[in-house]
């Protein structure tokens, strides 16, 4: 069994999607520390002057010691309607966005307590549109031990993955040999970023799934795959 997993991360980019793709088993990574400017309440999409960023505003307070499951999003500010309304404004003309706006509008206007209940909702709901079909785990619900590597070696020995797929960051610390030692497989992701038609000029890279899906509906899958490693 090919297992991965990642933290939440709030509308992923298209590397995100591949790696999951390429396993059999996800696991949902919310039981880390929260990274105070990492992709996992913002990300980039595409306006006409070039890469907007939106942030889901959260409370720091004391975030070095919270997990990402317990992180709150700081409701006090419309964040909600602000993105809905940078969505709408940004992508009102592209081919698809009638298709997708529903699931957007309706998200935007619940109120979310938690950053990774929100990530969550959406993340589910990007791999049923995109048709990428895994076993899903909660990280946080199944108490696997220690960080990084081991806190990696222990997913795997408890899902009984006998190969897991790293991010291109995972060989900064993997342990390879700990690995090799309980005869589990390793790979780190390579992702080849496809072009694709967007709205506004020049093609830029690294946007949020929402560019892709907006732009080119059902054939997303096809095109974020495109280029790089399969899960065959």
């Known amino acids: 069994m090919i297992l991965t997993a990642h933290q939440p991360a709030y509308l992923p980019w298209l590397g995100y999607f591949h790696k999951i793709a390429l396993a059999d088993t996800y696991a949902f990574l919310d039981n880390v520390q929260f990274e105070k400017n990492s992709f996992t309440n913002r ?84 791999l049923k549109e995109l048709g990428i079909h895994v076993d899903y785990y909660k990280a946080s619900e199944l108490h696997f031990q220690g960080a990084k590597s081991d806190l990696v070696l222990d997913m795997c020995k408890k899902l009984q993955a006998d190969t897991y797929i790293f991010g291109t960051l995972g060989k900064d610390y993997a342990k390879e040999e700990d690995f090799t030692c309980a005869g589990i497989k390793i790979k780190f992701q390579e992702y080849h970023h496809p072009v694709y038609p967007q709205l506004y000029g020049d093609f830029l890279p690294y946007m949020s799934i929402v560019d892709l899906m907006f732009n080119c509906g059902g054939k997303s899958l096809e095109i974020l795959m495109s280029g790089n490693r399969m899960k065959a």
């Open 43 to 126: 990300n980039r999409i595409r306006a006409a002057a070039g890469p907007l960023m939106l942030t889901v505003p959260v409370h720091l307070k004391r975030h070095i010691q919270t997990t990402i499951r317990d992180i709150e999003i700081d409701n006090s500010r419309d964040w909600r309607g602000n993105h809905w309304k940078s969505l709408y404004f940004n992508y009102k003309k592209a081919p698809y966005f009638s298709t997708y706006a529903p699931f957007f509008e309706d998200t935007y206007r619940r109120e979310w307590k938690y950053l990774s209940e929100l990530n969550e909702y959406m993340l589910k709901w990007f």
